[in-house]
């Protein structure tokens, strides 16, 4: 619908005194506010991780980023605890479990549930994903505690045998190296007193920035208020942006607050709750790894060590 003049004088009035009216007409083309990217979009495909840890802090004049990855060798583990896998013939992403995707790409691979046919299964393609292998790779976001195994072929194989090992009650022993991808929630905290982040729909976009720039003054910049800044790879395959907002300023707040108002998820916050899961699944990694080298049920030092 289009404005009459005399209710953009009144807009411009209003956004004059510090009351951001023409933000608020400009978010009505952003549409409905996009929810934050749900990891379970991505199936067991690896790729399709969410990598919150690797969201730049460049634009917060600081050219790191808020997460870490940290690498523990000889980590060990069973078959079952494996979650998904970065390679397949299969596509990844359309399943929620190893058992889904062989069961509707290559069901024949169930048919043998014993013990020769677990090894049937093991020895496929020289057994590499089952042999010792200095060079195994296991990787977790530590938010999450979901595991995958950075394989290189063999996915379906690998996911019968796990499945033909559960119904056997056998154990099929993995070791290798585990990726920890964390978030540093006092990295995060540091970034939040300056700052706020929501997730919107590219298309409004250029309203919004249109708008923000009226409203940020006579200098007609809106990089004074806001700034863009990557978005980490989302699963949820939507073209979307970060749009930060610096809150040091009087009109920054007013426009965060209406950001708010308005229902969209302010992004930092988001990755506080996140860390609020890190401890838990931590110990979880610990004590999957002193169950298959030592048999006991004891945290560690990886469970010490992660307090955000």
Not at 146 to 167: E, K, P, T
Not at 176 to 195: D, S
């Amino acid at each position: 619908m289009t404005k009459s003049f005399s209710q953009h004088f009144l807009d411009f009035a209003g956004d004059l005194v510090g009351i951001p009216t023409i933000v608020r007409g400009a978010m009505q083309a952003l549409g409905d506010p996009l929810p934050m990217p749900d990891d379970s979009k991505a199936g067991i495909d690896l790729r399709g991780r969410m990598q919150w840890d690797q969201l730049l802090c460049r634009d917060y004049g600081d050219n790191s980023v808020v997460g870490a990855t940290e690498v523990i060798e000889d980590w060990t583990c069973d078959i079952s605890d494996v979650f998904g896998l970065a390679a397949s013939k299969s596509d990844l992403r359309r399943f929620t479990s190893l058992e889904e995707m062989v069961r509707a790409d290559f069901p024949s691979l169930l048919n043998d549930v014993s013990l020769e046919g677990l090894q049937r299964l093991k020895e496929h393609d020289g057994g590499k994903n089952f042999n010792t292998d200095p060079m195994r790779t296991f990787m977790v976001n530590a938010w999450d505690g979901r595991i995958y195994l950075s394989n290189d072929g063999g996915s379906r194989h690998f996911a019968a045998a796990q499945y033909v090992a559960g119904q056997l009650g056998q154990q099929i022993e993995m070791t290798g190296k585990l990726e920890v991808r964390r978030l540093n929630i006092f990295k995060i905290q540091e970034v939040k007193k300056r700052y706020r982040a929501f997730r919107i729909s590219e298309s409004g976009f250029s309203e919004l920035e249109d708008a923000v720039r009226v409203f940020g003054g006579a200098s007609g910049s809106a990089r004074d208020i806001s700034q863009v800044i990557r978005f980490p790879e989302s699963p949820d395959e939507r073209y979307s942006v970060i749009y930060t907002i610096d809150i040091s300023t009087s009109r920054g707040q007013k426009i965060a607050a209406v950001m708010n108002e308005a229902g969209h998820i302010e992004l930092l916050g988001h990755l506080e709750s996140l860390c609020s899961n890190q401890h838990k699944w931590i110990r979880h990694l610990e004590l999957i790894n002193n169950r298959n080298t030592y048999g006991v049920e004891d945290p560690g030092f990886l469970a010490n060590r992660y307090h955000g």
